[in-house]
């Protein structure tokens, strides 16, 4: 029998080493049991912190994400000083570029500019941008650096961090669970947090399903590009080397690991439009990744079926911008046992078939 003797945490990704940091520098023993840490959508995103640029919605969702772009800044810098290593965090903007064909959408609080103006934000973008917005809050992060200081300031703070195991059921009693079965045996702790990703299914019936993107890397011999580019269909985050990140496809395909002339052909084709540089640099590299993606596409956090088993999954595309402020909400609800009030618009049960969301998502779809 192994035991962790507060916390154990299902998932190294994202949000199972930034909790298990928190829940660590305020006291707690946390074991992280990770089946393949390279899987994790931390290593598929592009870093983005989008908030407006994503075009969300005024209501809880856009106020989760603002509040965790506002706490990027202080958190890296922690992040940082634990361990030496940068995060690439980079409040650089983000413009999102608009063609004649494709007429702006709401967008909240931003900059609107016209052909001139947005030519002079960036250079060598397409003839037939005609305007766009400007995002100055908006910002990006290393997510390949973040995943690696992430994991060494979970090492650093005596983190148990046990790699190649993967979780492969509850032994559950009066709403409790009692411990978990892994390939290498039981596993019981106080609580248990579950932070699988594209991958919760497995363990419980939460409707989040596995959302593929395929993404593509060049490299610039010079620093050419000194904003991300939110276009139509597609996304361009450089990278102070002159990497230029691309993305991605949005694809209900399942775990199909692999990348696909089609995909590739639609993103190159986005991209080539929005920046027409982008054609003449080293093609350096390609790859996909799976977002745990959510019917309302709205993470589920907090409270689970099970008294001592804490949510937090399928964050979908914001799961970058969103690992902060849930590292904060779910630390605070296991240390103190109390929600914060916010947490009440990301249960699991709004999915249960008496919830009003539920019943949205019906008239949506009908």
């Not at 074991?31 to 005024?58: D, K, V, Y």
């Not at 706490?71 to 903007?93: F, K, V």
């Not at 804490?310 to 605070?332: F, K, Q, S, V």
Request: proline content about 8%; charged content about 15%.
């Amino acid at each position: 029998m192994n035991s962790s003797s507060d916390v154990l945490v299902i998932g190294g990704g994202a949000m199972g080493l930034a909790t298990a940091i928190e829940l660590t520098r305020q006291g707690a023993q946390v074991t992280i049991l990770s089946r393949n840490f390279q899987e994790a959508a931390l290593h598929a995103a592009a870093g983005m912190l989008a908030p407006q640029a994503e075009g969300l919605e005024p209501g809880p969702m856009l106020d989760l994400c603002l509040q965790s772009r506002d706490l990027y800044p202080e958190w890296t810098s922690q992040l940082t000083d634990l361990t030496g290593l940068e995060t690439g965090y980079w409040p650089c903007g983000i413009l999102a570029p608009t063609y004649a064909d494709a007429p702006p959408r709401f967008t909240g609080d931003a900059e609107w500019c016209d052909r001139t103006t947005i030519h002079q934000y960036q250079s060598n973008l397409s003839p037939d941008i005609i305007g766009g917005w400007w995002f100055p809050q908006d910002a990006q992060v290393n997510n390949q650096r973040l995943a690696q200081v992430l994991l060494q300031a979970a090492q650093q703070l005596g983190v148990t961090l046990e790699e190649g195991v993967n979780v492969t059921g509850f032994e559950t009693k009066n709403h409790q669970i009692q411990q978990v079965q892994t390939t290498i045996g039981p596993w019981q702790a106080q609580t248990y947090l579950l932070a699988t990703g594209s991958w919760s299914q497995e363990l419980l019936p939460i409707p989040v399903t596995p959302r593929k993107g395929q993404l593509f890397a060049v490299q610039a011999p010079r620093q050419t590009l000194n904003k991300v580019l939110f276009g139509p269909g597609t996304y361009i985050v450089p990278r102070h080397n002159g990497r230029i990140v691309v993305g991605a496809t949005s694809e209900e395909v399942g775990f199909a690991a692999y990348n696909t002339p089609g995909g590739l052909q639609s993103l190159l084709a986005t991209a080539l439009r929005l920046y027409p540089p982008l054609a003449d640099y080293p093609l350096e590299k390609c790859w996909w990744g799976f977002r745990p993606a959510t019917p309302d596409e709205w993470p589920i956090l907090g409270h689970s079926p099970y008294d001592n088993l804490i949510l937090a999954t399928g964050h979908y595309r914001n799961g970058i911008l969103l690992t902060p402020i849930t590292a904060h909400l779910i630390t605070d609800l296991i240390m103190t046992g109390q929600a914060d009030p916010c947490l009440a618009n990301f249960s699991w049960q709004r999915f249960t078939p008496s919830s009003p969301a539920t019943e949205r998502l019906a008239l949506a779809h009908s």
